[in-house]
């Protein structure tokens, strides 16, 4: 009897794993990057696109589906395509950020990125990952509930994908350029948008609005992504309620806001019910600005939700925002967020992590013109994890380094802790602790191993709200708060029932976010704040997670058509 029960078993879980792999599909697609004329804000420039497109297009894949991308590069820069939060279990060659994982695409020369999705279901997104041309080189990446499975919540009656992101006058790989010529903070952007477009507030810009159609009584799926370069920012609907129920390709458990915050990177899916009057009613996105004295794009941009049948006539309804720097919306919303179920979060840990993130500065080199120190003081900006400023190497990519086994690129003392303790969040820290050491500097992980960092942000130069971003992993976010994380008092408070999962976590402006994940990728993986300015300056790792036991623990081979460096 137990013989046929096995045997009938396992003739069962055979037919299923026939019956999804007959369901899974391979997509093929082909990104040609050029540069097209876009015209915004009155001024047409020529701007780096994806077929033409600004923003890209719109990916669309069932969970468990395999996408095979080519990226053909018509255009003048070396590119990457990285296809933000998908987890690439062992095939860390289609991750996409430059020299980490691969060598760039060189113009004239193509690259296929090859990955499966796994086990995720909602809204990520794609962008470059090769200087400043994710400014508009990035589109959404729509994860469907695989055939058979359907959404943990009413099934909504329409589906929209509203992508935020910063435009500049100026071509913006010149703008980081003349930023780290001149060692100063780069020139803030001229507009917000919404689906490329600034919406109504801007000169020259009220013909292209973006117009989200609804009609009364229905309930529409709102995808937000926050693709600013720089900009953490708020984002809300005149008049409408919003229950957020989705965030960085996780479910949530249902809440209902009026404003969501999110930072570079991230993403928030929300259900909007029509049931206000028949009218127009403004789509809003402003910033959220942390960081005390630094300069910023004040604008808002725009879209319009408008009712069926609705007419023209009258201006749409605007909504309020959050001040500027209203940290308090911000903390109020991020703690409502918690896994739609109770998870499994290590509680054993094998590597306890404290980071430090912040900026610093850099004195001025002896053979440097004054011009080329703009910086606080004459000084040039930098930026640091645990004091290391992150030097990408140029000649390998660190994977291919690790792969290969070839010496001289990279090192595997990043430091666990800081190598200074101080009061991390005061008024008054030592200017001997501005200026970090640069290096390439990895952590090595053993597979399996249970891990927690500690992401403490600090108050040299400014402090400011950090989006950290893991590049192959989701992490649970068990705790965040204010000021310096004291384990004694703070671990107490830790949520290991039922914390959100996501890819890029919100770290508190002048406080400390922990995060705990298991190293079951293996690889090499990037860890940055993203905001671009600050990878520029430095604010990044990488964790070097070494093969386990066996095929399925061990990262694959390298591609035949991987760039050459």
């Given at each position: 009897?137990?013989?046929?029960h096995?045997?009938?078993?396992?003739?069962?879980?055979?037919?299923?794993l026939?019956?999804?792999?007959?369901?899974a599909?391979?997509?093929?697609?082909?990104?040609t990057?050029?540069?097209?004329?876009v015209?915004?804000l009155?001024k047409?420039?020529?701007?780096?696109t994806?077929?033409?497109?600004?923003?890209g297009?719109?990916l669309?894949?069932?969970?468990?589906?395999t996408?095979?991308?080519k990226?053909l590069?018509?255009a003048?820069y070396?590119?990457?395509?990285?296809?933000?939060?998908?987890r690439?279990?062992?095939?860390?060659w289609?991750?996409?950020?430059e020299?980490?994982?691969?060598?760039?695409?060189?113009?004239?020369?193509?690259?296929?990125?090859?990955?499966?999705?796994?086990?995720?279901v909602?809204?990520?997104?794609?962008?470059?990952?090769?200087?400043?041309?994710?400014?508009?080189?990035?589109?959404?990446?729509?994860?469907?509930?695989?055939?058979?499975?359907?959404?943990?919540?009413?099934?909504?009656d329409?589906?929209?994908a509203?992508?935020?992101?910063?435009?500049w006058?100026?071509?913006?790989?010149?703008?980081?350029?003349q930023?780290?010529?001149?060692?100063?903070?780069?020139?803030?952007?001229?507009a917000y948008t919404?689906?490329?477009?600034?919406?109504?507030?801007?000169?020259c810009?009220?013909?292209?609005?973006?117009?989200?159609?609804?009609?009364?009584?229905?309930?529409?799926?709102?995808?937000?992504?926050?693709?600013?370069?720089?900009?953490?920012?708020?984002?809300?609907?005149?008049n409408?309620k919003?229950t957020?129920?989705?965030?960085?390709?996780s479910?949530?458990?249902?809440?209902?806001?009026?404003?969501?915050?999110l930072?570079?990177g991230?993403?928030?899916?929300?259900?909007?019910?029509?049931?206000?009057?028949?009218?127009?009613y403004?789509?809003?996105a402003?910033?959220?600005?942390?960081?005390?004295?630094?300069?910023?794009?004040?604008?808002?941009?725009?879209?319009?939700?408008q009712?069926?049948?609705?007419?023209?006539?009258?201006?749409?309804?605007?909504?309020?925002?959050?001040?500027?720097?209203h940290?308090?919306?911000?903390?109020?919303?991020?703690?409502?967020?918690?896994?739609l179920?109770?998870v499994?979060?290590?509680?054993?840990i094998d590597?306890?992590?404290?980071?430090t993130?912040?900026l610093?500065?850099?004195?001025?080199?002896?053979?440097?013109?004054?011009n080329?120190?703009?910086?606080?003081?004459?000084?040039?900006?930098?930026?640091?994890?645990?004091?290391?400023s992150?030097?990408?190497?140029?000649?390998?990519?660190?994977?291919?380094?690790h792969?290969?086994?070839?010496?001289?690129?990279?090192?595997?003392?990043?430091?666990?802790?800081?190598?200074?303790k101080?009061?991390?969040?005061?008024?008054n820290?030592?200017?001997?602790?501005?200026?970090?050491?640069?290096?390439?500097?990895?952590?090595?992980?053993?597979?399996?191993s249970?891990?927690?960092?500690?992401?403490?942000?600090?108050?040299?130069?400014?402090s400011?709200?950090?989006?950290?971003?893991?590049?192959g992993?989701?992490?649970?976010?068990?705790?965040?708060?204010?000021?310096?994380?004291?384990?004694?008092?703070?671990?107490?408070?830790?949520?290991?029932?039922d914390?959100?999962?996501?890819?890029?976590v919100?770290?508190?402006?002048?406080?400390?976010?922990?995060?705990?994940?298991?190293?079951?990728?293996?690889?090499v993986?990037?860890?940055?704040?993203?905001?671009?300015?600050?990878?520029?300056?430095?604010?990044?790792?990488?964790f070097?997670?070494?093969?386990?036991?066996?095929?399925?623990?061990?990262?694959?081979?390298?591609p035949?058509d991987?760039?050459?460096?």
């Amino acid at each position: 009897m137990t013989t046929l029960h096995t045997f009938s078993f396992w003739l069962f879980f055979c037919s299923l794993l026939s019956a999804s792999s007959i369901i899974a599909k391979v997509q093929h697609h082909k990104f040609t990057i050029q540069e097209t004329p876009v015209k915004r804000l009155c001024k047409t420039r020529n701007t780096i696109t994806v077929n033409g497109m600004y923003p890209g297009p719109t990916l669309e894949v069932n969970d468990g589906d395999t996408l095979q991308v080519k990226v053909l590069n018509r255009a003048r820069y070396n590119i990457t395509i990285h296809w933000h939060g998908v987890r690439q279990m062992r095939t860390g060659w289609a991750d996409g950020p430059e020299f980490v994982t691969q060598c760039p695409i060189r113009p004239g020369k193509s690259y296929t990125y090859r990955f499966t999705i796994q086990g995720q279901v909602g809204t990520l997104w794609w962008h470059a990952h090769s200087s400043w041309l994710r400014a508009t080189v990035y589109g959404a990446l729509i994860i469907h509930p695989a055939p058979g499975s359907s959404f943990p919540f009413p099934k909504p009656d329409s589906q929209t994908a509203l992508v935020l992101g910063e435009w500049w006058n100026a071509n913006p790989v010149n703008v980081i350029n003349q930023a780290t010529r001149t060692g100063a903070a780069p020139n803030i952007s001229d507009a917000y948008t919404i689906n490329g477009q600034p919406g109504d507030l801007y000169n020259c810009s009220t013909k292209g609005t973006v117009v989200v159609p609804v009609k009364s009584g229905e309930t529409s799926l709102l995808r937000v992504i926050n693709a600013a370069l720089n900009q953490p920012l708020f984002f809300t609907v005149a008049n409408h309620k919003l229950t957020v129920v989705g965030a960085d390709a996780s479910y949530l458990k249902p809440f209902t806001t009026k404003v969501l915050m999110l930072g570079p990177g991230q993403t928030t899916d929300v259900l909007l019910t029509a049931n206000q009057p028949p009218k127009r009613y403004y789509i809003a996105a402003r910033a959220y600005q942390s960081a005390q004295n630094a300069p910023f794009d004040n604008t808002t941009t725009t879209a319009i939700l408008q009712y069926n049948k609705t007419t023209t006539t009258f201006p749409p309804i605007m909504p309020r925002l959050p001040a500027f720097n209203h940290t308090k919306t911000v903390t109020s919303f991020s703690r409502k967020f918690k896994s739609l179920r109770n998870v499994v979060v290590p509680k054993t840990i094998d590597e306890n992590l404290l980071f430090t993130i912040g900026l610093g500065l850099d004195k001025c080199p002896k053979n440097f013109p004054k011009n080329r120190c703009q910086g606080l003081n004459g000084t040039r900006f930098t930026a640091s994890m645990n004091n290391v400023s992150f030097v990408l190497p140029s000649n390998f990519s660190l994977l291919q380094a690790h792969y290969k086994g070839i010496p001289n690129v990279f090192t595997t003392d990043f430091p666990a802790k800081p190598p200074v303790k101080f009061d991390y969040t005061g008024n008054n820290i030592s200017r001997a602790l501005f200026q970090p050491v640069k290096g390439t500097k990895l952590y090595k992980l053993k597979y399996g191993s249970r891990v927690q960092i500690v992401l403490q942000d600090t108050n040299i130069v400014t402090s400011e709200n950090h989006p950290i971003h893991l590049h192959g992993y989701d992490f649970y976010i068990v705790g965040e708060g204010f000021g310096n994380f004291n384990p004694k008092k703070d671990t107490s408070k830790f949520n290991l029932v039922d914390p959100p999962l996501r890819n890029t976590v919100a770290v508190p402006v002048n406080g400390w976010a922990v995060i705990r994940f298991v190293a079951d990728n293996p690889g090499v993986w990037l860890m940055h704040c993203h905001l671009d300015v600050h990878i520029k300056w430095g604010l990044g790792m990488a964790f070097l997670v070494e093969n386990g036991v066996g095929k399925l623990e061990t990262l694959e081979a390298a591609p035949h058509d991987l760039p050459v460096c």
